[in-house]
């Protein structure tokens, strides 16, 4: 079968481009590309498909004069063919200085971003990239090498949706085509085409693939590795969708009730799902919250399931892109923590005693009574009282007491217990959301902690038989 009719063949077989659909051609001037259009156009004339083209070049400005030929040879080739050529030129190297990943990377977000800019322009529902079988024999390839699971041996899709909202999708017209043979190709029909530099460093590691490795396998163990490690990809793709199919079947089962900006499920039923699937369910319930899937390695997968051997837990897997699980009793919890808030700035505020003192910023009051003498019924009142209430020996605190918040290096004695431990971990030890406690109101005489507001007064200023004077506190929200 020669190459434009098993172009023609990938393009109808996988349905990547429709009679009348316009498209969107990334042409960066090398033979994949070069060749891809001159095989889509040959298939548009003779098969009558009314493909409306658009050429489309991006200048990453990363090799100097040989970059800004390649733009003009692809603008050249455009106006050859009387097609409408876009194109734009970019700084890839100071964009690197502000984002994270490789120049590889940022390369390609940045390529692909300026191809969907274009396409929303010009309402194109295609994009056609230039990828082909080897490409794909080295995507499985190094994944292979770093580590994957099912959905990384999937390799390279020949149609991945880019946009539901706008019905956009990328294509790869020459995925089932050897390298080979496009360069058989372009040599027979004479058609020129531009060389990549940087294409022969092998201090990238896909040009290391390409150059090293995958010739070495094909002379010292398999002749038709390329063929091999690409028919890897399409099987592990067809299993991978098959299962994605179920997984998400299983997740609608084991959906429960979620706030906004996070997907609650099941912790027992996740557990009890045979690994394959947990690994998508836990994909499903990321895409959701973030539109679209980052990398996740299989330690984040081991630490959630790990999370459902807990009851309850103050552990936190943290993924990429901010986002947290945890299980909380039988729901496991994926959510984007919302960003901290500021604690209130509150100077220590003296305490009336006896009487009333606002807190506006708290938005609470304090209220104080002092009772002399042997007090009747003390005994049945602490074991009555609630949180907002505490009765201090007045002989044992110093005045004037103060209110303010927590602050580094706070200790207390907490009653019932024989020594002093920092406050947080007190806060810690009895289960004080993190949240919460930088708003906590802290009653001190000096440095020393009277009270922790709500939750419990010092050991030493406890009342006891010898107790003369006791100071009654209540707290109150206004």
């Not at 899709?157 to 990328?170: A, E």
């Not at 509150?346 to 304090?366: D, E, F, H, R, S």
Request: proline fraction near 4%.
């Amino acid at each position: 079968m020669n190459i434009v009719k098993k172009v023609f063949s990938t393009v109808a077989g996988y349905d990547l481009i429709r009679q009348k659909e316009t498209v969107i051609l990334a042409i960066s001037g090398g033979p994949d590309s070069v060749a891809m259009f001159h095989i889509l156009n040959e298939i548009n004339n003779y098969q009558k498909c009314e493909w409306k083209f658009y050429i489309a070049h991006l200048n990453h400005g990363l090799r100097g004069k040989e970059a800004d030929d390649d733009e003009i040879f692809v603008k050249e080739l455009a106006a050859s063919h009387r097609l409408p050529f876009i194109s734009r030129k970019i700084d890839i190297s100071s964009m690197k200085a502000e984002q994270k990943g490789s120049i590889e990377e940022v390369a390609r977000d940045a390529r692909h971003n300026f191809l969907k800019e274009i396409a929303m322009e010009v309402k194109a529902s295609k994009i056609a990239l230039a990828h082909n079988l080897d490409d794909q024999a080295e995507t499985v390839l190094h994944r292979i090498i770093r580590g994957t699971g099912l959905r990384g041996l999937k390799g390279i899709s020949p149609i991945r949706l880019l946009s539901r909202k706008n019905d956009l999708f990328l294509i790869r017209p020459l995925i089932e085509t050897e390298r080979m043979e496009i360069e058989e190709y372009l040599t027979t029909n004479k058609i020129p085409y531009r060389i990549d530099s940087t294409n022969i460093d092998t201090s990238f590691t896909r040009n290391r693939l390409r150059h090293k490795l995958i010739p070495l396998m094909e002379k010292e163990f398999n002749p038709k590795v390329k063929f091999a490690l690409f028919k890897l990809g399409q099987t592990a793709a067809s299993f991978y969708i098959l299962l994605r199919e179920i997984a998400n079947e299983i997740f609608e089962n084991m959906k429960m009730l979620s706030s906004e900006g996070e997907v609650c499920i099941s912790a027992e039923e996740f557990a009890k799902t045979p690994p394959a699937l947990q690994t998508l369910i836990t994909d499903k319930a990321v895409k959701i919250l973030l539109g679209k899937l980052p990398q996740l390695n299989f330690e984040h997968y081991l630490e959630i399931l790990s999370l459902c051997g807990e009851q309850t837990s103050n552990r936190v897997v943290t993924l990429p892109r901010g986002l947290e699980v945890k299980r909380d009793t039988y729901v496991l919890k994926f959510y984007k923590p919302k960003p901290a808030e500021q604690p209130p700035k509150l100077a220590p505020q003296q305490i009336k005693i006896p009487g009333k003192t606002v807190i506006k910023k708290l938005n609470i009051q304090i209220e104080t009574e002092i009772m002399e003498g042997k007090v009747v019924g003390m005994a049945d009142y602490i074991q009555k009282k609630d949180y907002t209430e505490e009765i201090v020996d007045l002989d044992k605190v110093k005045k004037p007491l103060k209110l303010r918040l927590r602050k580094k290096g706070d200790v207390f004695n907490p009653l019932g217990t024989t020594g002093t431990c920092k406050l947080k971990k007190f806060f810690i030890d009895s289960r004080v959301p993190k949240d919460l406690r930088n708003k906590v109101p802290i009653l001190t005489d000096g440095d020393k902690i009277v009270w922790v507001v709500g939750y419990r007064i010092a050991n030493d200023v406890k009342i006891t038989e010898k107790t003369n004077r006791v100071l009654k506190l209540r707290v109150s929200k206004m």
